[in-house]
């Protein structure tokens, strides 16, 4: 009876859970190695970028900076390269030699060719003189061809290209003005210009303004004796055009600090010295002057 009273009773199982001891936590090596690839693809990229931005000399200075001249031949410790000792302390990047730095100019020069200056010392002061007289050169005649283009495709100056002198002095590019036998530029005893005149003035203003070079400007007279009003001569009246001429190249555009003097000559530098009283004798002289012609500071010697 009573394991039959015992059979009607529930079965009760006890479940146990072993935990299985494994390797458990591996480390932060992986971080390390990480940190190591992440190091050397950004010193990689580093490299090529040097190598895209530098140029041949500079490459070099590089190489010569990191070649080592001179080794060590002393011994010590384990009698190894290190001696024993390691370059690092433990947890730091310390040095007992510091860290090297490289210093680049690697800004690039627009007006440098690739063989200036390549495997010399600095240039003197002629050499240095000669290299501006040369670039102002090469942007005067530009400045020429696109002067005579601008009024060869105008249509309203086209016909004033007979009144319209361009030529090198030794002062610089001198654009020229000039009257002609029927074709005057300003009215006769007036500082007045005609409005084709201030066309002219406002087209050369437009290609002028595309070099940064000092501007002169000067009038001219013929030999004609004129006298006005008070003593008003041929000195007043070339200074006066000159001023007006002035005037219309700053409305056009062209900064004032770019005009380093305006002056009236009357009839003592003409055009046709032998022919005085030539019309072409009446003109106004616009003058871009040669940076080469101011003084050039040579460099102090290291």
Same mark, same amino acid.
């Given at each position: ?31 390390? =190695?990480? &940190?190591?690839?992440? $190091? !050397?693809?950004?010193?990689?990229? #580093?490299?090529?970028?040097? /190598? +895209? ?51 680049? =100019?690697? &800004?690039?020069?627009? $007006? !440098?060719?690739?063989?200036?200056? #390549?495997?010399?010392?600095? /240039? +003197? ?178």
């Amino acid at each position: 009876m009573a394991e039959e009273a015992g059979s009607n009773q529930p079965i009760i199982i006890i479940k146990k859970i072993r935990k299985v001891q494994g390797d458990g936590h591996h480390g932060g090596a992986w971080k390390v =190695a990480y &940190a190591d690839f992440v $190091t !050397a693809m950004m010193a990689f990229f #580093l490299l090529l970028w040097l /190598l +895209n931005v530098t140029t041949d000399v500079q490459k070099k200075g590089i190489a010569d900076y990191f070649t080592p001249t001179s080794a060590s031949r002393s011994e010590s410790g384990a009698g190894r390269i290190l001696g024993g000792r390691t370059l690092v302390t433990e947890g730091s990047r310390i040095s007992e030699y510091g860290v090297p730095s490289v210093t680049l =100019a690697i &800004a690039p020069n627009e $007006t !440098a060719t690739s063989d200036d200056n #390549l495997g010399r010392g600095p /240039l +003197n002061e002629e050499e240095l003189r000669k290299q501006i007289e040369e670039r102002e050169q090469k942007a005067f005649e530009q400045t020429e061809a696109a002067l005579r283009q601008a009024i060869e495709t105008s249509p309203e100056l086209n016909e004033l290209r007979r009144n319209i002198l361009v030529d090198m002095t030794p002062e610089g590019l001198r654009i020229q003005i000039v009257d002609q036998q029927n074709q005057s530029m300003f009215p006769s005893g007036s500082a007045g210009m005609h409005e084709r005149t201030r066309l002219l003035l406002q087209k050369v203003s437009q290609v002028v303004m595309q070099l940064p070079n000092k501007i002169s400007i000067s009038g001219h007279t013929d030999a004609t004796p004129f006298r006005g009003d008070a003593g008003y001569g041929n000195w007043e009246l070339s200074a006066d055009r000159a001023n007006a001429s002035r005037r219309v190249l700053v409305e056009a555009g062209l900064p004032v600090p770019r005009i380093q003097q305006v002056v009236g000559k009357a009839d003592q530098e003409p055009l046709f010295a032998n022919d005085r009283m030539n019309p072409s004798n009446r003109r106004i002289a616009i003058v871009l002057l040669r940076e080469s012609q101011q003084a050039v500071v040579p460099a102090r010697p290291n």
